[in-house]
């Protein structure tokens, strides 16, 4: 065999490779050019959960030359179970079989073994054991940095023309995102090319590079920072053989686990629903353009009409429903202004210490994490001051850098309370490295939610995790109210200025609407 392959190969001058399966079997017979040969395509190989593709690679070196880099990426791209080169001697004899295997993740973090040069009397042609005991070390060690992490592994991607610390900032408010949503991100892949690519963003020699990463670190996920059209999440998906996910299906699953109420349920599946709407939509396009030929309606088809209807018929359902939730809200809202109590609103970005703030001013309980969107539900509470004057504190979902526009839209009714409000604090937190990208989201979510009317106090949150001359400076750079939600000491200046708000006083409340442009003084 190995013999009928270099003569041949020798003759037509061209690299001859064959693909064989575990049982031996040949699947593929490839020829090449001189230096390499071009894979097919293997879908019907799929990997699915395993490590080794049950394909081997046989193939001629017309020089007798050893396994290049070429030959070393396929294999891994491909995930073989082996790579072979059988050399070609002069007199087109066999010379030098070399040969290597991927290897299961190691403390030096090689990917592959390249085995010594050997005759070709050499090679032991059983090859099954050797793969087996390869493939199942492969799943041990998998089945092992599951059970440690716990959780799924994902490789975090961005290909953006943004500048690169505006990047490397979005990249790290995702990493907090992914955390949320207890996924672990073991690595980054960042790219600004000159033009991104249509189907994959990233280009290919990029893509390449979180395969090649993937496999070495056992990623299972890509979470892309930015968001993806249909289309692109289909190549992708195709191209790696991995699962993806874009920035808003990151934040919807989030929302997902978080959600506890029937309404904010109800609003989460809308949102997720409207989202996927239009991507059952796209693969019935792509694939009723290959079957449009024949005329008929393909079975794919039909089944996507069914998709598409019931996940709209879904969709009417849950909006009948919210419909409904929020009416309940809307009278549970009148009684609340009937009482003629101020209502004080605590906005801000996720994680900046509202529900902490709500709970140490009114003594409650709101759930507060050290995780983006704790909070999914409003809570409302009393909070009294001295001489019988009292307001009513309100909490709710913490807003976020481009918040899927549909999520805004499913809360818009939680959110509406905020129309109640006569007073907005607007929490920062002080400590946050990218504090100035936050207020300005912030107040811009505020703008499109019609709330720029509404008196707001700024209050930078978490002063203790700053030392008190930077707190100062930055307070005063922005003429905020400096707290910490932690130490109820601390709270004396806040308490004063929703005092001196409602009741007036002897000092002029620090009260500023949010301007129609960004500018901070
Ligand atoms: N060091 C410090 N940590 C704080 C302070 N206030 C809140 N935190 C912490 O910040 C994290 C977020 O607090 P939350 O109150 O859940 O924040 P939130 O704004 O309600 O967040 P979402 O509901 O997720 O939007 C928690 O781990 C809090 O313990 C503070 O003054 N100092
Ligand atoms: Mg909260």
Redesign the pocket.
């Known amino acids: 065999m190995a013999r009928l392959l270099t003569t041949l190969s020798q003759e037509i001058n061209r690299q001859i490779g064959i693909l064989l399966g575990r049982d031996g079997k040949i699947h593929f017979v490839l020829v090449g050019d001189q230096r390499q040969l071009m894979i097919p395509d293997l879908s019907d190989f799929r990997l699915g959960k395993r490590a080794l593709r049950g394909l081997r690679l046989v193939h001629t070196h017309l020089k007798n030359e050893a396994l290049n880099q070429e030959d070393l990426t396929d294999l891994a791209l491909l995930r073989l179970d082996l790579i072979v080169a059988i050399g070609i001697l002069p007199n087109g004899e066999p010379g030098q079989i070399y040969l290597a295997h991927l290897l299961p993740p190691n403390p030096s973090d090689r990917l592959y073994e390249i085995h010594p040069p050997m005759p070709i009397h050499q090679l032991d042609m059983n090859l099954s054991p050797f793969l087996k005991s390869l493939e199942a070390e492969f799943s041990r060690q998998q089945a092992q940095t599951r059970a440690i992490a716990g959780q799924e592994q994902a490789i975090l991607v961005s290909a953006s023309k943004a500048s690169r610390i505006d990047q490397e900032e979005a990249m790290d408010e995702l990493a907090e995102l992914a955390r949320s949503a207890r996924i672990s991100a073991i690595d980054r892949v960042m790219q600004r090319p000159k033009a991104l690519h249509p189907k994959t963003l990233l280009g290919k020699g990029k893509l390449k590079e979180v395969i090649m990463r993937a496999l070495q670190q056992q990623a299972e996920l890509l979470i892309f920072d930015q968001n993806l059209s249909p289309l692109q999440v289909r190549t992708i998906g195709e191209v790696t053989e991995m699962k993806v996910l874009d920035r808003t299906q990151l934040i919807l699953d989030i929302f997902a686990q978080r959600a506890h109420s029937r309404e904010a349920k109800v609003q989460v599946e809308l949102a997720q629903l409207r989202y996927r709407l239009p991507r059952l939509a796209e693969r019935s396009t792509a694939l009723s353009r290959l079957t449009g030929g024949i005329g008929g309606r393909g079975p794919g088809e039909t089944r996507l009409e069914v998709d598409r209807r019931r996940a709209r018929d879904r969709i009417a359902r849950l909006e009948r429903e919210l419909k409904l939730l929020a009416a309940a809200r809307a009278r549970r809202r009148q009684k609340r202004t009937q009482n003629r109590l101020p209502i004080v609103s605590i906005v801000?970005?996720?994680?900046?210490?509202?529900?902490?703030?709500l709970?140490a001013l009114t003594q409650s309980k709101v759930?507060?994490?050290?995780?983006?969107?704790?909070?999914l539900d409003t809570a409302t509470r009393r909070l009294r001051f001295p001489r019988e004057r009292e307001v009513i504190v309100t909490?709710t979902?913490?807003f976020i850098q481009s918040l899927p526009p549909d999520l805004l839209g499913a809360f818009r009714s939680t959110l509406d309370e905020l129309q109640d409000a006569h007073l907005l604090i607007h929490?920062v937190?002080i400590?946050s490295p990218r504090l100035e990208q936050q207020i300005k989201t912030v107040k811009k979510i505020l703008r499109e939610l019609d709330l720029s009317e509404t008196p707001t106090l700024l209050a930078f949150?978490?002063?203790?995790?700053v030392d008190a001359e930077t707190a100062n400076a930055v307070c005063a750079r922005y003429g905020a109210i400096g707290?910490?939600?932690?130490?109820s000491d601390t709270f004396e200046p806040l308490l004063k200025a929703i005092e001196d708000n409602f009741w007036g006083g002897s000092q002029a409340p620090r009260v500023e609407s949010v301007s129609a442009n960004d500018r901070v003084p």
């Open positions: 801000g970005y996720t994680n900046a210490g509202k529900s902490t703030l709970n759930e507060t994490q050290d995780l983006l969107f704790a909070t909490d979902v913490g929490l937190d400590a949150n978490k002063l203790d995790r707290l910490s939600a932690r130490r």
